[in-house]
């Protein structure tokens, strides 16, 4: 209504102006007659006369007046909202810069400031969902998470801010170890929005923080379909939750399922290395020894790992040692480059007594870098072989101080090649899942490492000749003051003794 009065009003004094500028253009000597005589009178009794500049002139007088009249009455109008609109521009300012500080102290960590700024945004705006999510945030920044709990609380009511309040009450419990809430929130927020990934993250780490393998399973399929992870990650993390599954059935006597699933897993990662060996455990107490060479022969010709020799080398433990030696250089051939083929080959060697062969076989492995504590012993064994004491004690010198190989470290010295247990299978999820590496629990803790070629010597013993050794013999000392058995006593910590 308002817009349209003014419309006709500026369409009204525009054509004012317009008739105004035609009057003007006609000239002074012209004059427009107001009577009702005669029109070719000039000036009779009765009537008067005007100029038409003059008329021109009272137009625009009129047009002026009647703009600066609306004018102000619009200006008196508007007058109450526009300072109701100021004051509130001048604390919507106030608030933002108020909100700004706070995730500024937030963000620092400045708890008691950020608090302070927060609280002051929640009464300068008359906004509660936005007060709510600056003083969640804050609060969460600057840690403290009973402030943020209930500022989440808050705003779950609200439809507008209720997918926030999940994230925040649901990231909020995962951390401080609270996993039946962090999923709670989570599988809720998942069914409402299928777009919601935060979503899938936490509920899927918590279902692996509890073991729940077969939920955790369901939640990567979920994940896949909806394009949320990358299918590539997607397969090593399931193939890192069936090995588990596989693993605990195996713990709960149920051999055969767990048989299945393993191999099954073996043929479809062969490159994972712990499903292989669980299947190859497995199939070797089934007694088809024959599968389980087969898929540790398919698993090394991808991915070599120590604890797959030992078991190949298990499987044929029966058969005469030149036939072994024989299996075991057909399974280093299958990769031949790789650097647990070489050691292999070496091994054989050494345990067929050719020390050149072996040696022969680490040399490229031994001048690459610092070599490894379990390159130094199977060097050590070698120059054993030769006969070469001193060179042997070397090896073994720098055995000490070299570094450990994460690989050979992790094999339990008396139990299983993979000897894992449930926090060992979780972080393999991540770690094999989404960068595609094994970790190395054994090695990490710090346990006892498995020894280089184990029940077999490092270097010969030390010759010890049979003869009496010789009485040494000493001459008479004539110094003053010095006595025989001072000279023949042996030296305290603290005395080096006589010359």
């Not at 500028?21 to 427009?32: E, M, S, V």
């Not at 596989?246 to 490159?271: L, S, T």
């Not at 060479?293 to 090394?300: C, Q, R, T």
Request: neutral net charge; aromatic residues 6%.
């Amino acid at each position: 209504m308002k817009s349209t009065l003014v419309r006709w009003l500026i369409i009204t004094l525009i054509l004012a102006v317009i008739v105004a500028g035609l009057l003007l253009y006609i000239g002074g000597d012209n004059y427009l007659l107001m009577t009702f005589g005669d029109r070719d009178a000039i000036a009779p009794a009765g009537g008067y006369k005007m100029s038409m500049q003059l008329l021109a002139l009272v137009a625009i007088g009129m047009v002026l007046a009647t703009i600066i009249v609306w004018s102000f009455l619009h200006l008196i109008y508007d007058l109450p909202s526009r300072l109701r609109s100021g004051v509130s521009k001048r604390k919507r300012g106030q608030a933002l810069e108020a909100m700004e500080d706070a995730l500024i102290a937030a963000s620092a960590g400045d708890a008691d400031m950020a608090r302070k700024k927060a609280a002051r945004a929640r009464t300068l705006i008359d906004r509660p969902a936005l007060g709510n999510i600056v003083a969640a945030q804050a609060a969460e920044i600057s840690g403290d998470p009973a402030e943020a709990q209930q500022r989440y609380a808050l705003m779950l009511d609200d439809e507008r801010t209720r997918k926030v309040a999940q994230r925040g009450l649901a990231g909020l419990a995962y951390a401080r170890g609270d996993l039946h809430t962090a999923r709670s929130h989570a599988e809720q927020a998942y069914s409402e929005n299928k777009g919601a990934k935060w979503a899938l993250d936490i509920l899927f780490s918590a279902q692996v923080a509890e073991s729940d393998w077969g939920n955790a399973l369901k939640t990567l399929e979920d994940a896949v379909s909806r394009k949320h992870i990358s299918k590539d990650i997607a397969a090593r993390r399931a193939t890192v939750l069936h090995s588990a599954i596989a693993d605990q059935m195996a713990g709960d006597g149920q051999f055969e399922p767990a048989r299945e699933k393993a191999e099954r897993v073996a043929v479809e990662d062969p490159g994972f290395a712990p499903g292989v060996a669980l299947a190859a455990q497995l199939l070797v107490r089934a007694g088809d020894n024959d599968r389980a060479a087969k898929l540790i022969e398919s698993s090394w010709s991808r991915a070599p790992h120590p604890a797959l020799s030992l078991a190949y080398r298990d499987l044929f433990t029966t058969e005469p040692q030149k036939v072994r030696a024989k299996r075991m250089k057909a399974l280093a051939k299958q990769n031949p480059s790789h650097r647990e083929s070489q050691i292999v080959t070496a091994e054989e060697a050494l345990r067929s007594g050719d020390g050149v062969a072996a040696l022969s076989a680490l040399d490229g492995l031994l001048k690459s870098g610092a070599p490894s504590a379990r390159l130094c012993e199977l060097a050590a064994k070698a120059e054993t072989l030769l006969n070469n004491p001193n060179d042997a004690r070397l090896w073994i010198s720098r055995a000490a101080t070299a570094p450990t190989d994460p690989d050979w470290s992790d094999l339990d010295p008396s139990g299983a090649a993979f000897e894992y247990n449930d926090a060992d299978w979780r972080r393999l999820v991540f770690s094999y899942g989404d960068e595609g590496k094994l970790i190395h629990p054994r090695f990490e803790r710090l346990e006892a490492a498995r020894p280089a070629m184990e029940g077999e010597a490092v270097i010969a013993k030390p010759v010890v000749s049979r003869e009496p050794a010789p009485t040494p013999k000493v001459k008479a000392v004539k110094s003053k003051g010095i006595k025989l058995e001072d000279v023949l006593k042996p030296p305290s910590p603290d005395d080096p003794g006589v010359e």
